[in-house]
């Protein structure tokens, strides 16, 4: 199954970087309020969805651009295309993302950058590679010198003063805090230490699955704000290794509101 995902988001990969020299011709919509989508994420989509229907048809899905498709215990969690602004304005911070659930249980991750040629991935007990060197979360014991990630919350503005204190409470310890603007690989570079730690308001569920079983498997955390396992249905995540978690938590909890929580 990592092999067939694997397949798909290479495939997928290729589509982007042919359409990424034509980006003025390419067709976009807005979903919502910052929230764009175009026909380069929707054929994205439906040839990662082809290459895993073929081998596994009875096989279910939740992808970003089409939604839910029953299927049986395994449901694919697909975004083709994370961090779509990014890839419409050619600034080169994009990736897709391929993750399996059984039984509700994360079991196979890809995170693809086709502009870099970086492939992550991971399955459950397998641990996490990137380009089959295996990955390790940084040893960093302080957000004093720590490089943290984030997302603004462009999607849920009425978060938005909850986050700029939690942003504030962060940057006052730690080395820097950058904003790239594709999740799947911010967490991605949490589990290669590139990151030393991340969080975000409001994630999909298809942002995140891929990058969260790389963190575990490369030895890091992941919570949801409430120090729970709720992130997939919260979309609040905080992430890095065991210690560092808890600093970033302990840091912006004082900011947390009641709908955060």
């Known amino acids: 199954m990592l092999t067939i995902a694997v397949r798909a988001a290479r495939s997928a990969g290729d589509i982007i970087l042919r359409s990424a020299d034509n980006l003025d011709r390419i067709q976009v919509d807005q979903k919502s309020k910052n929230d764009f989508t175009s026909e380069v994420d929707r054929n994205a989509e439906q040839e990662i969805i082809k290459i895993i229907r073929t081998a596994f048809p009875d096989h279910g899905f939740l992808a970003e651009e089409s939604g839910e498709q029953i299927g049986n215990d395994y449901v694919w969690v697909i975004d083709p295309l994370d961090g779509t602004t990014n890839f419409l304005h050619g600034f080169p911070q994009y990736a897709v993302s391929i993750a399996l659930k059984i039984k509700g249980k994360l079991e196979v991750g890809v995170v693809y950058d086709p502009l870099r040629d970086e492939l992550f991935t991971a399955s459950r007990g397998g641990g996490a590679m990137l380009n089959n060197r295996r990955l390790r979360v940084t040893k960093q014991n302080s957000l004093r010198g720590a490089l943290i ?97 808890q600093f970033i938590y302990q840091a912006i909890q004082p900011a947390m509101t009641d709908k955060l929580k």
Not at 155 to 170: G, P, V
Not at 172 to 200: H, K, P, Q, S, T
Request: hydrophobic share 45%; net charge negative.
């Open 149 to 245: 990630g984030t997302g603004f919350p462009f999607k849920k503005q009425e978060h938005l003063d909850a986050y700029l204190q939690m942003f504030r409470a962060i940057c006052i310890d730690a080395a820097g805090i950058r904003r790239a603007g594709a999740a799947a690989l911010d967490l991605a570079y949490v589990a290669a230490g590139r990151l030393d730690g991340f969080w975000e308001i409001g994630l999909h569920e298809w942002d995140m699955a891929a990058g969260v079983l790389l963190i575990q498997e490369a030895g890091g955390v992941v919570t949801d704000f409430s120090f729970n396992d709720n992130y997939l249905e919260s979309g609040n995540l905080i992430a890095g290794n065991p210690r560092m978690q």
